[in-house]
């Protein structure tokens, strides 16, 4: 499965290719981003580094695949690097080199007297010696180690004798095939692309009936034959503002309470529906939208699919950290028995 879609028309007996990309970027605007951000691989060394981090936030607004996100991240980590390297140089730390070390011990340990120069090693050695503590460990001379008068034993190893024999009989061992990857044929969808719409149905499936739900429950309290004109325009009312909050708990969404592993995946497979402009992330407070009814929008973190179609907002990047101890409490918390999305086999 490709990045985009080939089509072919037969016009006046010729030909016609046309190249459909998702988000309106052709194979020629790709090709340049991608010529852009390996020429600024080039020069980050040559940059300061806000000119180059700058440079790569401009590059990346118009970055909306993969193989280009991958290229970002590698600028990036070199942007990082080249910020390290800067701040050690910040750091003030005392040097020492071999001839100042040299200068300062004549100065300090040179001896003078009759005539006659020579080097005081005694004081240097009675200065030093507050440094060691202990008697160095494994010091040896020409005449041999320094033993207490033991004998040492040396352990004999038993040689490893390799076998030479051909084996007959052995069968060759073969990997195991991977489900869904080389039986997956050119007309199919990848593990991942199946998942990223696996994560999208729930999340209109969990979108729509949460609205249904909302929606019965305030007709069971303001519908009926004998219901009042201004009971009626309240709750058409509170339709509209539940219709303008048709998002849902995301921990309820995303989360698989029995694979870690897989809620990561879920999170992960849904930025992509965020990047595509078809659902949005968010974080509220509780809100109460009629205490009469007791209707309710619950706060913390929320998704919302996107059915509009108005072009997605600039990209952002953000580090989401989650510890399997976070996940256990999350799904405690919010009482999360099932998940959303189909539990993946294998």
């Known amino acids: 499965m490709t990045d985009y879609d080939v089509d072919h028309h037969s016009r006046n007996g010729e030909d016609e290719r046309s190249i459909k990309v998702c988000q309106g970027l052709t194979e020629d605007q790709r090709r340049e981003i991608r010529k852009r951000q390996r020429l600024l691989r080039k020069e980050i060394d040559d940059l300061d580094v806000d000119q180059a981090r700058d440079k790569n936030n401009e590059i990346f607004k118009q970055v909306k695949y993969v193989r280009e996100c991958v290229l970002d991240s590698e600028n990036v980590e070199e942007i990082t690097k080249k910020f390290g390297n800067k701040i050690d140089q910040l750091i003030q730390i005392p040097r020492y080199d071999a001839d100042r070390v040299v200068s300062m011990l004549v100065k300090k340990c040179g001896i003078t007297r009759g005539g006659y120069s020579y080097f005081d090693w005694r004081g240097l050695g009675d200065q030093v010696g507050v440094c060691f503590n202990a008697i160095p460990s494994q010091v040896s001379f020409l005449n041999g180690p320094l033993v207490d008068g033991k004998e040492v034993k040396v352990k004999q190893r038993a040689k ?149 179609k108005n072009p997605p907002p600039p990209p952002r990047q953000a580090i989401v950290n989650l510890t399997m101890e976070d996940w256990k409490n999350l799904c405690e918390a919010y009482e999360v028995t099932s998940s959303c999305v189909p539990h993946r086999e294998g």
């Open 160 to 308: 490893r004798v390799r076998s030479t024999q051909p084996e007959s009989d052995a069968e060759e061992e073969r990997p195991e095939d991977i489900k869904g990857h080389t039986a997956r044929g050119k007309n199919q969808l990848s593990a991942v692309k199946e998942n990223i719409q696996n994560v999208e149905r729930a999340l209109v499936k969990k979108v729509d009936s949460t609205y249904r739900a909302r929606s019965r429950s305030l007709t069971e309290t303001y519908g009926g034959k004998d219901d009042s004109s201004g009971k009626i325009k309240k709750m058409t009312r509170l339709k509209k503002k539940i219709k303008r909050h048709r998002d849902v708990n995301a921990i309820e969404l995303l989360f698989n309470p029995n694979s870690f592993t897989q809620t990561v995946e879920n999170l992960y497979h849904y930025s992509f529906l965020v990047k595509e402009g078809k659902a949005s992330l968010d974080v509220r407070q509780n809100k109460v939208l009629d205490e009469e009814s007791g209707l309710k929008i619950d706060g913390g973190p929320v998704v919302k699919y996107v059915r509009d």
